[in-house]
């Protein structure tokens, strides 16, 4: 019998029942190979004691000398950077030297499935080593890298020296006691705040990329992703043939990164996770009613009266549609479908005189009142907030701490996703204010001291990764008069502006009508010249007398061809 192994998962509500496949999945690989499990569950308030009766009474069926253990994870990265929907509890793996005393443990992400035991794995020698990681096969390819790099200003100064050897922190093995004497958790805690794009995984490439001798490498069998590029991984030299070989016939751990199979079963290998959990758990008609609410409008119904092979009469459901067939006429309804993006999220509205209003496609305003298509917090007084009725909010959300403050956005562009977090913070009487025709990838806006203001004109396209910042967020003060030098102030953007990815926009900017800001600049001063593309560290105009629209280049081409 194999001592038992230290492992540990973290997990928030909407994943603990995935997270109990994911145990299942390893605890029965480990029944067949005689492995026992000490499971340190890293986990915060959400998950109840109601909760954790049932992850313990489910286990205790599955393993009854494995063990439960779980760590309140309390509000240690609750200033961490959120980025791509993932969680700030990604940050937690990094902690588990202080959070866990023992001298090794491995870490491993939920949305995964155990196909053998860890014994073999658990057993290597980490005496000289940091940890034992896996190649993320995509990042380490040359084409991906590169766009790394031209995205991300940061990438090409932190992690050069890893080019090739960057570890993906979805399955680790750490040597605590090893990792332990450097005394990382201050500085772990500090990165957590940067914009790095892979959070997490970034700050682990970064805080050992000059001990590239001390870790270990270990086979991609223990964190397959079907869905990669493997054989341009060979080709490159990031992964040996042999691995590959040894990995897709044999792996020993199925990840699902990106989509989820319980949420799109056509997702690859899906079929193992959905036969794993109709066979193996009490949660497979759970998992099929939440996907038949997800897939509900996707799905076609049918009614048929037939007599003697001949249709009387039939009905089909299909989307927004009811279509009837009658005697073998055929008649389509069209139904009005209200959006259901709308009256989503509760309201989260603490203070005095603070309205809430919903712009109509009509321009009317309705007032809301318990409910909206985005989170909203407000907790102040006299604050208000104005949002627009659209389907293309993702992941949006709308925070004011504020008093006599005020957030404002018009109907947004038929064209592009509308996706950011709007703050306003730190200070009394600020605006943000955004026009019509709006659309934005992600990134955050915030006004952040008294008085501040930011404005958007109308019809502008914003990428990705953007950050428009009024204030530094601390204090700098000259050494010798100690007068703060660094106060917030306002930003203006014109009307048609286009904003690449990962732009940084920061205080006492303008940016004139019919703009283009290129991709990763910083800016920060004040423009005159209209119709002028503004780009570089900081930003300057290195192009003037440009127009530019939302159509592709290929319309012109195209047209181009015909003439």
């Known amino acids: 019998m194999t001592d038992k192994i230290n492992i540990a998962f973290s997990f928030d509500k909407n994943y603990y029942k995935p997270a109990l496949v994911a145990i299942s999945s390893l605890l029965d690989a480990g029944n067949r190979d005689g492995c026992q499990y000490n499971l340190y569950l890293l986990v915060k308030d959400d998950i109840t004691q109601d909760i954790r009766s049932e992850i313990v009474r489910f286990i205790s069926k599955k393993s009854q000398k494995s063990s439960v253990i779980f760590v309140d994870m309390k509000n240690y990265f609750d200033d961490g950077y959120e980025t791509r929907g993932i969680s700030k509890t990604a940050y937690s793996r990094l902690l588990l030297p202080q959070l866990v005393n023992v001298d090794k443990i491995i870490y491993s992400d939920v949305d995964v499935l155990f196909l053998d035991s860890l014994k073999s794995v658990w057993n290597l020698d980490l005496s000289n080593y940091y940890y034992a990681g896996i190649k993320d096969i995509s990042v380490n390819t040359e084409k991906i890298w590169q766009s790394l790099i031209e995205r991300f200003p940061y990438w090409k100064k932190e992690m050069s020296q890893v080019k090739g050897n960057y570890h993906q922190s979805g399955f680790l093995i750490l040597n605590q006691s090893k990792w332990e004497k450097e005394h990382l958790e201050s500085k772990i805690k ?50 040996s043939e042999e691995d590959y070989v040894q990995t897709k016939n044999n792996p020993a751990i199925i990840h699902y990164p990106g989509e989820k199979p319980w949420k799109n079963p056509n997702v690859i290998a899906s079929d193992l996770w959905w036969n794993y959990v109709k066979k193996n758990t009490q949660y497979y008609k759970y998992f099929k009613s939440e996907l038949k609410k997800t897939m509900s409008d996707k799905k076609e119904y049918k009614i048929r009266i ?41 309201i989260k509205n603490i203070g005095k005189n603070n309205q809430i209003y919903l ?22 007084n006299d604050n208000l907030c104005i949002i627009p009725e659209t389907t293309r909010w993702l992941n949006t959300k709308i925070v004011i701490y504020s008093n006599h403050s005020s957030f404002t956005m018009g109907i947004p562009a038929n064209e592009g996703v509308v996706s950011f977090e709007a703050n306003i913070k730190h200070g009394d009487y600020q605006k943000i204010t955004i026009g019509k025709g709006f659309s934005m990838g992600s990134g955050l806006i915030m006004a952040n001291e008294e008085n501040s203001t930011i404005s958007i004109g109308d019809n502008c396209m914003f990428s990705a990764d953007l950050h428009i910042l009024s204030s530094d967020g601390h204090t700098i003060k000259d050494f010798k008069t100690h007068k703060v030098i660094n106060y917030s102030n306002n930003i203006k953007i014109g009307h048609h502006v286009w904003v690449g990815r990962n732009v940084q926009i920061i205080k006492n900017t303008d940016i004139p009508d019919n703009c283009i800001v290129g991709i990763g600049s910083v800016v920060n001063k004040k423009f005159t010249q209209k119709n002028a593309v503004i780009a570089g560290v900081p930003a300057h105009v290195v192009k003037t007398n440009i127009e530019w629209e939302r159509t592709s280049p290929t319309k012109y081409k195209i047209q181009s061809n015909n003439q």
Not at 201 to 212: A, G, T
Not at 317 to 340: A, D
Not at 359 to 380: D, F, H, V, Y
């Open 190 to 239: 500090e990165l957590s705040k940067q914009h790095f794009n892979y959070q997490d995984q970034d700050i682990l490439n970064v805080l050992f990329k000059d001990k590239q001798d001390q870790i270990l490498t270990l086979s991609c069998k223990y964190c397959y992703m079907p869905k990669h590029d493997y054989e341009t991984a060979v080709k490159e030299n990031v992964i």
């Open 306 to 346: 037939h007599v003697l092979g001949f249709d009387i009469f039939s009905k089909r459901k299909k989307e927004n549609k009811r279509i009837y067939k009658i005697l073998g006429l055929k008649f389509t309804v069209k139904k009005k479908v209200k959006s259901p993006f709308l009256n989503t999220y509760p």
């Open 359 to 380: 712009l109509k496609t009509n321009g009317e305003k309705e007032q809301l009142l318990s409910k909206a298509p985005i989170p909203i917090e407000i907790i102040g």
